[in-house]
């Protein structure tokens, strides 16, 4: 059996996951956050569209 991506790992390799938390921490857009990160919320949107 041989290995391949699926179409959500090819979307998410289009944007580098240390770039996205660098654009995250320079926004500070996770300082109210609890428990829903930035990142899961982007992996939310991407998966259900």
Excluded: W
């Amino acid at each position: 059996m041989s290995h391949y991506n699926t179409i959500m790992h090819q979307l998410l390799t289009l944007i580098p996951r240390h770039q996205f938390e660098k654009l995250v921490d320079g926004l500070d857009t996770d300082r109210y956050v609890k428990t829903f990160t930035t990142t899961t919320i982007d992996l939310c949107l991407n998966a259900f569209p």
